[in-house]
């Protein structure tokens, strides 16, 4: 079975199902079905016009001439040999709900970017050129240990968790419909819910143990030692507090 084709391009995206389309736009979901469709024409090399069956027109955007002319391709071929004539009376629409906009996204890195380099010049102009070095790799620092600080965390709790009220099943090998093998493990819930997990991947088992949790089953980590565990998670935590100490310091020396 191949995966649904999508065409996307910057806040929009559009999903070919097997009976509609659905166009992500920001927060508004609109489902087009297929039976609305009556034909689908190329609009440039990155883009497609459908018409619908009452002569309406929508245009979806792709990303490069190669995705819009497989989409093209694709999508024609799933449309129906009967249509209804209502067209744009069929379309749908819901509220997905707040999203983070691309353009919201560059102009929070440029931000977070211009912050960075006024900060290691002001630093660098007021208290000499060493500690504008220092500044230099002292803010990656910070975020770096703190990332790092917080998964280590996340993986303690989620432990912890999984000690309480865990269940322990053998997680087999997945395969490709070619017969290859894959990297992860998948099992099944109490629920008859299919998980994969990664854990593992670098184990040559036909099937390893992995312990889920009852009321979440997506979260799951391989049976190991309880000391292997420990150790792993002291040093992870020890590195990560040490790079995020060191940025730290690195970024309150110069106003001490």
């Known amino acids: 079975m191949l995966s649904p084709q999508v065409l996307s391009k910057g806040d929009q995206s559009t999903v070919l199902r097997p009976d509609r389309l659905t166009t992500t736009e920001g927060r508004q979901i609109t489902h087009i079905p297929l039976a609305a469709i009556q034909e689908v024409r190329p609009d440039g090399d990155t883009a497609l016009t459908i018409v619908l069956t009452d002569g309406v027109t929508r245009r979806l955007t792709g990303g490069n001439a190669y995705a819009a002319a497989a989409f093209l391709t694709a999508l024609t071929a799933a449309l129906p040999e009967q249509r209804d004539p209502a067209g744009s009376a069929l379309i749908t629409t819901e509220d997905g709900g707040a999203v983070i906009k691309v353009w919201?996204?560059?102009?929070?890195?440029?931000?977070l970017l211009a912050a960075y380099v006024g900060y290691v010049w002001w630093t660098g102009a007021t208290h000499g050129d060493g500690m504008g070095f220092a500044a230099f790799f002292a803010a990656p620092g910070v975020l770096?240990?703190?990332?790092?600080?917080?998964a280590v965390f996340?993986?303690?709790?989620?432990?912890?968790?999984?000690?309480?009220?865990?269940?322990?099943?053998?997680?087999?090998r997945h395969h490709h419909p070619n017969g290859k093998r894959a990297s992860w493990y998948k099992y099944t819930d109490t629920s008859g819910n299919e998980h994969t997990?990664?854990?593992?991947s670098n184990r040559a088992t036909a099937e390893i143990h992995v312990v889920y949790d009852a009321e979440k089953p997506q979260?799951?980590?391989?049976?190991?030692p309880l000391y292997s565990t420990v150790v792993k998670h002291v040093l992870g935590g020890g590195v990560s507090l040490a790079?995020?100490?060191l940025g730290l310091w690195g970024v309150l020396a110069p106003y001490i």
């Open 104 to 111: 919201q996204m560059w102009a929070g890195g440029l931000a």
């Open 144 to 150: 770096l240990g703190g990332l790092f600080t917080l």
């Open 154 to 172: 996340s993986s303690v709790q989620d432990r912890v968790i999984l000690r309480r009220r865990g269940i322990t099943v053998a997680a087999t």
């Open 197 to 200: 997990t990664s854990y593992g």
């Open 219 to 224: 979260i799951s980590a391989a049976v190991e």
């Open 243 to 245: 790079i995020l100490a």
